[in-house]
């Protein structure tokens, strides 16, 4: 490969809460491993690969300028969003006006929550469920109403059209948040799928808030469909949310941004999102995102995919023939696992926290899966070097699951 995906890097002491967090962040973060254990980070999420060199290159080029006043968002940053939408999502007819700056996805989906329903109504939200979309829904004083996922006869995962559909209309929900690819399942909606999804939608006339912050890091034989893609419909009736940051490591510098269409939602969102002035672009995140979608960056994502593609073929392979009584549907998209440990914890008598505090002790840093809604799962981070995701699942061999 061009791009280095195999050196391990040293986090610590790098503002990196994945490994410099641990113990220090109650009912979130992992506790630190014992005496004689180093630390495997996988749980928060976010990568421990060293990102496409063009983006530090594009800030360092930025930052020898001594001077970082007052800007506007350039024409090289709209063309490269632009560009990086036609060619990864064959997104066509996308303008300048129609992509607005957010301080992340989760301010962006508050900006449209806000603007279209007020706080004590209730938001429709698949579940397992995202922990930011918790947070941010309920801080601001929604109601979450889950419509569970369900597993098919072939183990994967699908919505509940009718579920959706009844729940929309006993609670007078108004605002929906889907997410696609999914957190944390890792499913890559087919086109039917999200076909149907807005076609309940639109019968309860729902504005749809799309989370697509996953879309790149698309699994080897699957393809990201844009929610506005499907239909008319949906591309009016949907804010779609984006970002460089998952794609290429970049969490840290904050800088999403919204695709929004239908003039009447945009001039809602971008109101709401003006007043209270949270909203303006760091002139770095500028240049960290066109960076990021020179062409370099598509060599680099492509190999990237290759890499999670390999890890996660060898994680799920590993759990079906050692950890008995641990479950795992494959994901389609994303870089994370969620563990379904019901049957192994049952026949072992052990609680989820005690399994989970056994991968700690031994560096495993994976995460409660229960702050997702899965009642006995756990969320495991495979974007690390194949070594330690090799390292790890012979740590919870060895000390946790056949110990």
Same mark, same amino acid.
């Given at each position: 490969?061009?791009?280095?995906?195999?050196?391990?890097?040293?986090?610590?002491?790098?503002?990196?809460? !994945?490994?410099?967090?641990?113990?220090?962040?109650?009912?979130?973060?992992?506790?630190?491993?014992?005496?004689?254990?180093?630390?495997?980070?996988?749980?928060?999420?976010?990568?421990?690969?060293?990102?496409?060199?063009?983006?530090?290159?594009?800030?360092?080029?930025?930052?020898?300028?001594?001077?970082?006043?007052?800007?506007?968002?350039?024409?090289?940053?709209?063309?490269?969003?632009?560009?990086?939408?036609?060619?990864?999502?064959?997104?066509?007819?996308?303008?300048?006006?129609?992509?607005?700056? @957010?301080?992340?996805?989760?301010?962006?989906?508050?900006?449209?929550?806000?603007?279209?329903?007020?706080?004590?109504?209730?938001?429709?939200?698949?579940?397992?469920?995202?922990?930011?979309?918790?947070?941010?829904?309920?801080?601001?004083?929604?109601?979450?109403?889950?419509?569970?996922?369900?597993?098919?006869?072939?183990?994967?995962?699908?919505?509940?059209? @009718?579920?959706?559909? !009844?729940?929309?209309?006993?609670?007078?929900?108004?605002?929906?948040?889907?997410?696609?690819?999914?957190?944390?399942?890792?499913?890559?909606?087919?086109?039917?799928?999200?076909?149907?999804?807005?076609?309940?939608?639109?019968?309860?006339?729902?504005?749809?808030?799309?989370?697509?912050?996953?879309?790149? =890091?698309?699994? @080897?034989?699957?393809?990201?469909?844009?929610?506005?893609?499907?239909?008319?419909? !949906?591309?009016?009736?949907?804010?779609?949310?984006? !970002?460089?940051?998952?794609?290429?490591?970049?969490?840290?510098?904050?800088?999403?941004?919204?695709?929004?269409?239908?003039?009447? =939602?945009?001039?809602?969102?971008?109101?709401?999102?003006?007043?209270?002035?949270?909203?303006?672009?760091?002139?770095?995140?500028?240049?960290?995102?066109?960076?990021?979608?020179?062409?370099?960056?598509?060599?680099?994502?492509?190999?990237?995919?290759?890499?999670?593609?390999?890890?996660?073929?060898?994680?799920?392979?590993?759990?079906?023939?050692?950890?008995?009584?641990?479950?795992?549907?494959?994901?389609?998209?994303?870089?994370?696992?969620?563990?379904?440990?019901?049957?192994?914890?049952?026949?072992?008598?052990?609680?989820?926290?005690?399994?989970?505090?056994?991968?700690?002790?031994?560096?495993?840093?994976?995460?409660?899966?229960?702050?997702?809604?899965?009642?006995?799962?756990?969320?495991?981070?495979?974007?690390?070097?194949?070594?330690?995701?090799?390292?790890?699942?012979?740590?919870?061999?060895?000390?946790?699951?056949n110990a």
């Amino acid at each position: 490969m061009k791009y280095d995906f195999t050196s391990i890097l040293e986090r610590h002491n790098h503002d990196a809460i !994945a490994v410099d967090g641990l113990g220090t962040m109650p009912n979130f973060a992992p506790d630190p491993p014992k005496e004689g254990f180093d630390v495997i980070p996988m749980w928060i999420a976010d990568m421990n690969f060293p990102t496409v060199p063009t983006i530090p290159q594009a800030i360092i080029e930025r930052v020898q300028h001594p001077a970082y006043g007052y800007f506007s968002p350039t024409d090289e940053y709209f063309q490269s969003i632009i560009k990086w939408q036609a060619t990864r999502n064959g997104v066509q007819g996308l303008t300048p006006e129609c992509i607005g700056y @957010e301080n992340g996805v989760l301010g962006g989906l508050v900006s449209a929550l806000t603007s279209f329903a007020a706080p004590g109504d209730a938001v429709l939200l698949h579940s397992p469920t995202y922990i930011g979309f918790t947070k941010s829904i309920t801080n601001c004083g929604y109601r979450i109403v889950h419509t569970p996922l369900v597993l098919d006869e072939e183990g994967v995962w699908r919505m509940d059209y @009718e579920d959706m559909d !009844a729940k929309l209309k006993a609670n007078k929900i108004h605002v929906a948040v889907f997410c696609s690819p999914h957190n944390p399942c890792g499913r890559v909606w087919e086109k039917w799928e999200i076909e149907k999804a807005m076609e309940v939608y639109k019968a309860n006339d729902c504005l749809v808030i799309s989370d697509e912050i996953w879309s790149d =890091l698309i699994l @080897e034989g699957h393809k990201h469909i844009p929610t506005q893609s499907v239909s008319e419909d !949906a591309r009016n009736r949907t804010v779609a949310l984006y !970002a460089p940051s998952k794609t290429f490591n970049l969490a840290g510098l904050v800088g999403s941004y919204h695709i929004i269409y239908n003039s009447y =939602l945009r001039d809602r969102v971008l109101a709401k999102s003006s007043k209270c002035h949270y909203n303006d672009m760091n002139v770095l995140s500028m240049h960290a995102l066109i960076g990021a979608y020179k062409q370099e960056g598509y060599e680099w994502l492509d190999e990237l995919r290759q890499v999670l593609t390999e890890n996660v073929n060898y994680a799920c392979d590993y759990i079906q023939k050692h950890f008995k009584g641990v479950s795992v549907q494959k994901p389609q998209g994303t870089y994370m696992l969620f563990l379904d440990c019901t049957e192994w914890c049952e026949t072992h008598g052990k609680t989820i926290d005690q399994l989970q505090k056994a991968g700690w002790d031994v560096g495993v840093a994976w995460q409660d899966g229960r702050i997702f809604h899965g009642p006995c799962a756990i969320r495991m981070n495979l974007a690390l070097p194949l070594s330690r995701v090799k390292e790890a699942f012979d740590r919870l061999d060895r000390y946790v699951f056949n110990a």
